[in-house]
């Protein structure tokens, strides 16, 4: 049974990177093929990063305001608690789940907005690169742009050992675009890296 199921996990493994090399082989026949660390150029860039900030205060001041409100019912939990049993504790009791229940609800409402926000940050900068990287492509004769991570791996954390052992890129010779794309990006967090590599 071992045996079958590691037949099958070889076959489909060779079976999804068949299309994907065969394009990259193509490419290669016809025009330049080069890479490109996107997780980079949303690092160093500075509208993103600022944007990004601005939600991460936002979370940071609903966390806040959430922890107060939570306080004031539990003190309120307290003062009901003192009372006597009767129609009057039960009604406030009641009341006060009430407030619970919508303070949960504004919430979740809250965070859902900032994960939107978040994701819309992503869309429209991601739109940008798509949009410069199909530029300097058509102007250099790329034909075909791989997705890199360059990140450094530390041996000693399982994940970013996985991460890497499952990047895209194993080896590359050709040209990296990461400086170039960055700088058409825009203004950055920092100069990270001399300027981009300049295609001839």
């Known amino acids: 049974m071992k045996s079958n199921i590691y037949k099958l996990a070889l076959i489909t493994a060779f079976a999804i990177t068949q299309p994907f090399t065969g394009s990259v082989a193509q490419a290669q026949d016809t025009g330049i093929v080069a890479i ?4 980079a150029v949303f690092k160093r860039n500075l509208e993103f990063n600022t944007q990004m900030e601005l939600i991460k205060k936002d979370a940071e001041r609903l966390k806040v305001q959430i922890t ?3 306080k004031v019912i539990q003190a309120k939990a307290q003062e009901i608690s003192a009372l006597p049993n009767g129609t009057d504790r039960f ?3 009641a009341a006060l789940e009430q407030q619970q229940t919508q303070l949960k609800t504004q919430a979740r409402q809250a965070e859902t907005n900032l994960l939107n926000r978040e994701a819309q940050i992503y869309y429209v900068t991601y739109q940008k690169l798509q949009s410069v990287v199909k530029a300097v492509a ?4 790329i034909v075909l742009v791989l997705r890199f991570d ?10 970013e050992v996985i991460k ?11 040209l990296d675009l990461t400086n170039m794309i960055t700088e058409q990006m825009g203004p950055q967090v920092a100069a990270v890296n001399p300027p981009g590599t300049q295609l001839k």
């Not at 490109?36 to 997780?39: K, Q, R, S, T, Y």
């Open 68 to 70: 107060d409100q939570q």
């Open 150 to 159: 360059s990140s450094h791996v530390d041996g000693n954390n399982r994940p």
């Open 138 to 141: 058509e102007a250099n004769g």
């Open 91 to 93: 009604q406030q009791e």
């Open 164 to 174: 890497a052992v499952n990047r895209s890129v194993v080896y590359n010779n050709q």
């Open 36 to 39: 490109l660390d996107v997780a």
